[in-house]
């Protein structure tokens, strides 16, 4: 039975709903519903949903990734999806040109079988016509298999683009890669190979993705040597000012200062042919804490106590 626990964020921008989904206090997960800042919510709205009670993979800038208590089910990843269409998003979903679905919020979701037979059960719904899914992924090894079976899933039944893969890479440097992604996972070559070899033309490409931070290497030549811009793009970020990163002494790029690389890697990257956008977000989201990895409920971003959030219980 999922009850939503708390309510943070604000409308117009990006609402986070804490659900407690089983009897334990072990058993939240945040999920999210976000507008793209740049747009009207007709022609995009952003759902983003948790995969696991937290997370194995301990990423060094991530508050999701402190304790790990299990995979969720599809009844419950599926649950926090039609929580965020019912309480955030509202009927205006059906006519909205881009719904994108993440899977990226809390857990890995490449180590969750679930995870597939909810992009299945979303690929049967005729009321979503601009429904997107989106997977972000560190490729961890003992996902390759469920790799392989995304790719099944997204070529039987997601055509014409309206399916998205980030691999969530953050460094060029594999010490840095394991020092902020600690987990057996692909390599950049192997993430290269995997890229080259399931991006059909007329899927989307493949997003590399970057949290920049100083002294985290990310080379733009590099990059070429190993990943095609046919198949793949690029997506730098600020890295998130989550408990951990802070702890880990983890800064971003985007601070003050950090302008000057921000745009010489965004032109050396787009110099060597690949398409490269820089995801900032607003200043309130920041402060929200509706980004990936920073945990409204250890952040503190609360706005509504649990008794006030006025969503009845549902079952998930
Ligand atoms: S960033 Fe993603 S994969 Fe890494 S610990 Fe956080 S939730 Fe897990």
């Not at 040109?97 to 719904?125: H, T, W, Y």
């Not at 990059?223 to 971003?252: E, G």
């Not at 050396?268 to 989201?285: A, K, M, Q, Y």
Request: hydrophobic share 40%; net charge positive; aromatic share 4%.
């Amino acid at each position: 039975m999922m009850q939503v626990v708390e309510l943070a964020g604000r409308e117009d921008i990006a609402r986070v709903f804490v659900a407690r989904m089983r009897e334990s206090e072990r058993s939240l997960v945040e999920c999210v519903g976000a507008v793209d800042p740049a747009l009207p919510r007709s022609d995009k709205m952003v759902i983003v949903v948790s995969t696991q009670l937290g997370c194995p993979v301990g990423c060094a800038m991530c508050d999701a990734g402190t304790a790990y208590y299990g995979n969720l089910t599809a009844a419950e990843i599926q649950a926090q999806i039609d929580l965020v269409l019912r309480e955030w998003a509202g009927p205006q979903a059906s006519s909205c040109r881009k719904l994108k679905v993440q899977f990226a919020r809390m857990g890995e979701p490449a180590l969750n079988p679930a995870v597939l037979a909810v992009i299945v059960s979303l690929a049967q719904r005729q009321d979503l016509p601009g429904l997107m899914p989106c997977i972000a992924t560190t490729a961890p090894v003992a996902g390759a298999r469920w790799m392989r079976e995304l790719i099944e899933v997204r070529n039987r039944w997601f055509g014409r683009g309206r399916f998205q893969i980030q691999l969530s890479v953050q460094s060029t440097s594999e010490d840095a890669r394991d020092r902020l992604i600690p987990i057996a996972k692909w390599t950049l070559p192997e993430l290269a190979q995997f890229a080259r070899a399931s991006t059909r033309p007329s899927d989307r490409k493949i997003a590399l993705n970057f949290a920049l931070a100083p002294g985290i290497e990310v080379s733009a030549d590099k990059l070429a040597k190993l990943f095609d811009p046919r198949v793949c793009m690029v997506k730098l970020t600020p890295l998130n000012p989550t408990t951990r990163a802070v702890q880990n002494n983890l800064s971003s790029s985007f601070g003050p200062g950090g302008e000057h690389r921000v745009v010489q890697l965004v032109n050396d990257i787009r110099r060597h042919g690949f398409d490269c956008v820089v995801s900032t977000g607003l200043p309130e989201e920041s402060e929200m804490r509706t980004s990936c990895g920073q945990l409204a409920r250890i952040r503190g971003a609360t706005i509504h106590s649990s008794e006030a959030t006025g969503i009845p219980p549902q079952s998930a």
